[in-house]
């Protein structure tokens, strides 16, 4: 291969790209969810959280283009490969062919464009506030901006409540197959390490995806309120 680059136009080349991007967003979302988890220790912990992370502005905006530029490359590089394999001859792999493809591996590219759909949606409702007008961001009694607040009055209402559990279903069901396949795309299929890595793709979604819930469900029965 001379061609400079030549590697990352092979379908191997693609697949690495897919799961180094997927592993790193994957990473933030568990990272995402054990911040959140701060809203337990009430209002002074999870706001004191974002103003910390507010209060860098050059890490935080050098994680949110990261995070764009992961998100944009996992998306153009995952949908290229997904029509190079449909373009590809029907048989697949002859050694391939004894694995059933499972729901989850069957469904990736479209719960992948429901988890952009999701972001997109979840970015303008908590991070900008455009898409609730019933709550107005304020601060708290330290004077930060009050995160908890939002997010205690996100979660009060059904409709947001129902989104969110939604959006937790189909995270967990690209998230449960990506990490496995990841693993396997970056040759962790050793004996040793298959044993190893085999269940940790199911085990590190529901990880997240039942961290989530907790938050969602203990403000929606009011166990965590403002
Ligand atoms: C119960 C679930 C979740 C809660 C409570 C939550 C909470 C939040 C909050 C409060 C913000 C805005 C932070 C601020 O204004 O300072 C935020 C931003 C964000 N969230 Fe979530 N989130 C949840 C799930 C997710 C999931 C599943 C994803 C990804 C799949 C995600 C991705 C993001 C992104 C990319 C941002 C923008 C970060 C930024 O402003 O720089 N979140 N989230």
């Not at 697949?15 to 568990?30: D, T």
């Not at 697949?92 to 990736?108: C, D, I, L």
């Not at 930060?144 to 189909?170: C, E, M, S, W």
């Amino acid at each position: 291969m001379n061609r400079p680059f030549g590697y990352v136009q092979t379908s191997i080349g693609h697949k690495v790209i897919v799961a180094l991007s997927g592993l790193l967003l994957a990473a933030f979302v568990v990272f995402h969810m054990l911040g959140n988890l701060q809203v337990f220790q009430g209002a002074a912990a999870l706001n004191g959280y974002a103003a910390v992370l507010r209060d860098m502005p050059l890490l935080l905006w050098t994680a949110r283009l990261g995070l764009l530029g992961l998100v944009g490359m996992h998306l153009v590089i995952g949908v290229r490969l997904a029509q190079r394999n449909r373009r590809a001859r029907p048989e697949g792999y002859a050694a391939r062919t004894y694995r059933r493809a499972s729901f989850a591996s069957r469904t990736m590219a479209a719960s992948g464009m429901l988890l952009i759909l999701f972001i997109i949606f979840h970015i303008l409702h908590l991070t900008v506030g455009v898409v609730d007008h019933t709550f107005v961001e304020g601060v708290d009694g330290r004077g930060q901006r009050d995160v908890f607040g939002k997010v205690v009055h996100a979660f009060q209402n059904p409709l947001y409540v129902t989104i969110y559990l939604a959006a937790q279903a189909v995270l967990g069901l690209h998230l449960s197959h990506a990490l496995s396949s990841s693993f396997q795309t970056l040759g962790l299929e050793h004996p040793l390490l298959d044993r190893l890595f085999r269940g940790t793709g199911p085990v590190v979604a529901g990880f997240v995806v039942v961290g989530n819930i907790v938050i969602i469900l203990a403000i929606a029965s009011g166990v965590v309120r403002a």
